[in-house]
Each structure stands twice: as C-alpha cells, then as structure tokens.
C-alpha cells in the first residue's frame, strides 16, 4: 500500500510540475546570465552568497502567487483591479508593461549574440527566433507550450557543465559561501542590486499567478506546488552558482574584462576550452529564447486579466484577440528594437532591471495583502512567517532600489 502510496505522490507531483520551475528558469534569461557573467568576472566569487537570501525571496513570494493562482483560479491582474481598484491596477500594468518591454528586447539581443558566436547574422537569428516563438504560442496548446518550456528549463545544465570545465578551486569557492564579502564599494552594491534584480522580479509575480491558473491547479493541489515552486527557486540559484563560477574562474582570475555573456562565451574558449565555451553560448541562446516567450506572454496575460478580456493558451487566436494581439505585438516590436544599428544592447539588458527594482517593492505590497486577505484566500491565507519575510524582502528592496537609482551620482557603470 505505502509503495502505491508513493507512487501515486510522485504521479501527481510530475502532473502538477511545472509553474515554478518554469518560472524561476526564466529568471535567468539572457538579462541575467549577462549579469551573473558580469559578476564572476568582475568580483570573482565575492557576490556568491547573495544567491542564498535570494533563494529565500524567491521562493516565498512565487509560493504566495502560486497558492493566490490555484485558490482564486485568477490571475494577479484581475486580483488587483478586484481589491484596490482599476487604477491601481491600471498603474502596476503600465510599468510592468515598460519593465517587459526593455527585457523583452534583452531576449532578443541574447539570441542575437548567442547565434552570433555559431556565424550566424543578426539579420537572419533574431527573425528566425521571433518567429520560432510566435509559432511556438501560437500553434500549440497549452500541454505541448508546457512540455517545451520545461525541456528549456533542463537544458540550463548546460552551465553546470561549464562551471565544471573552468576547474574553480572548490574551497575557496566553499569560503565565499561561509565567509561573504560584503564591501561598501559603489559598484559592488550595484552588481548585488542587479543579481537581486533579475532574480525576484515583478512580472514573475504575474507569470507564476496566471500559468497557475491557466493550470487549472487546486487547493488540493498546494503541496505539489510547493514542491514545484521550492524545487524551482532552488534551481535557478543552482545555475546562477555556476554561472558566475565559470566566470569567476577564468575571465576573473585571468584579469580579462567583459561587457556581455557573449563575451563570456568567447572568454571561456582560451582559458577553459571549446566545449565549455559553446555550452555556455547554446545556454545563452536557450535562455534567451525562452524568455523570449515568456515576456510577452506573461504582458498578454496580465493585461487580459486586468482589463477582463479573453486570456489562455488553450484558446485559439480568435477566441482571444488581444491576448495574442499583444503577445505578437511584443516579439515583433523588441525584434525590430535589436535592428537598429549601432544599439546599445547592454544598457538594454541592464536598464529593465531598474525598472524592475522600482516596480517590485509595490507588486509585492500587492501580493502580500491579497494573499492575506481571507475574502480572497479563505483558510489559504499567509502565514505570519511569510509575511515577515515577504515584507523584509520589500523594505531591502526599497533600499536597494535607492541605491541603484543613486549609482549614477557615483559615475558607476554595470561594466
């Protein structure tokens, strides 16, 4: 019986699977592998021990949005416009919208310099990915959508390899973790802001709410879902680690310098191999693909959700206009955005996660009390527990947020 009994378990865990894996792998898109490149290769093991407490932020506050997408069957758009109101909910859309945008364009700069290190043009890698994607959400339904995003998600191991390859000394790498650096250098606190940055991030808030629900997940579902949402913020870190690993072994610890994980890629070559090198460039590429798809999609979700139009991958384009509509929309203008010659795609990548920082301190007060609201939430609500650590996360965001804002008055540079 208790072998069935597990069994059972473990079936039901793989048919819920999913969310919050998916959602925090693509966390690590090309905006944030450029800057975990950067911060192994410019502070070496230092920013290492960040990628704890951003676990702990990671995963408690997808575990409120996906317990709110499974309890309310809604996505965090629609809660919004519900509880504080169509203009407050109007506000959160407009900026995350901006927020998408600017990294909607990363993800095409990424695929753009991804294929660019296997020969290929720009002119010919970014319509080709813009429309692989467009077919991809447009074409499938939302299993086979589901199935692709989660293959995406394995072949992040691609990192893992190359931090292997680097041949990093193993106890230093345990001492930073143990023993952090914390320094009061301006373009320390910077590089910490972004790793925080393109980590937690407000339309993740959006995303793992809305694919919860598209889901169909339920109350009785919440234990898998933990398990999915924990795994996930676990994973993402994981490869985070091996990102700035490889980096830090090589580039760092040769004194090279970088501006992108294209350059990254081309680094590692010389100082850790060919194969490390292009396993590095082909996670680049899957990165940036898959949130190429993502961006848009979680853009096209919220704003249905807000606003009450049709939303869902099970839906054909004629059933929901806008919803695809505007995830068409999205690809197709960031596509045309990397283009534009003599483009700074760097400030591209980096620029979002301003707005990022600035936005997600407001998500959060959102999510925060919609979660804890039992009219929403009945006997689903937050614990104390979460709360606390969900607010702590906010205020040290804020406080971030200010220094990231004021790093221009220090004439500090993400490069």
């Known amino acids: 019986m208790r072998r069935h009994a597990g069994k059972f378990r473990l079936a039901a865990l793989f048919a819920i699977l999913g ?59 629609a809660i919004i416009r519900e509880k504080f109101g169509a203009r407050w909910a109007a506000f959160a859309i407009l900026v995350m919208l901006v927020a998408n945008f600017g990294t909607t364009t990363a993800e ?31 074409r499938f339904d939302y299993r086979r959508v589901h199935r692709v995003f989660l293959i995406s998600s394995a072949l992040y191991l691609t990192y893992v390899a190359s931090g292997f390859l680097a041949k990093p000394d193993w106890s230093h790498v345990f001492e930073s973790m143990v023993r952090p650096t914390i320094s009061a250098d301006p373009n320390y606190i910077l590089m910490v802001v972004a790793v925080i940055g393109t980590t937690v991030t407000p339309w993740g808030q959006f995303f793992i709410q809305s694919y919860t629900a598209d889901k169909r997940a339920k109350p009785e579902d919440l234990s898998y879902l933990r398990a999915d949402v924990y795994i996930g913020s676990v994973f993402v870190s994981f490869i985070a680690f091996f990102i ?53 999609l979680t853009s096209a979700y919220a704003t249905c959700e807000t606003f009450g ?16 509509g505007l995830f068409t929309f999205f690809i197709a203008a960031a596509s045309l955005v990397v283009l534009i010659p003599h483009l700074p795609l760097l400030q591209i990548m980096f620029l979002p996660q301003v707005l990022n920082g600035i936005l997600l301190p407001i998500i959060l007060v959102f999510v925060v009390k919609a979660s804890s609201d039992a009219d929403f939430m009945g006997r689903y609500t937050n614990s104390r527990s979460f709360n606390v650590i969900a607010i702590i996360t906010a205020a040290v965001l804020i406080i971030l947020t200010i220094l990231l804002l004021g790093a221009p008055l220090f004439h500090i540079s993400p490069v």
Not at 19 to 38: E, F, K, R, V
Not at 313 to 324: H, V
């Open 244 to 296: 700035i690993l490889a980096c830090a072994a090589t580039i760092h610890r040769a004194g090279l310098t970088i501006s992108e994980a294209a350059d990254a890629a081309r680094a590692l070559m010389p100082l850790a191999g060919k194969f490390a090198s292009l396993l590095f460039a082909f996670g680049l590429l899957n990165a940036s693909l898959l949130g190429a798809a993502i961006l848009p």
């Open 19 to 77: 969310p919050g894996i998916i959602n925090a792998s693509s966390d690590n898109d090309a905006a944030g592998i450029t800057t975990y490149s950067l911060a192994g290769a410019r502070h070496g093991l230092a920013l290492l021990w960040v990628l704890i407490p951003v676990t702990i932020s990671l995963a408690v506050t997808a575990e409120m949005g996906a317990r709110m997408g499974a309890v309310t069957g809604k996505g965090l758009g």
């Open 309 to 324: 139009w049709e939303s869902g991958l099970d839906k054909r384009p004629r059933e929901a206009p806008i919803f695809f």
């Open 108 to 138: 095409f700069a990424g695929i753009s310099t991804s294929l660019g290190i296997f020969g290929m043009s720009r002119f010919i890698a970014v319509p080709v990915g813009a429309i692989a994607v467009w077919l991809l959400i447009t």
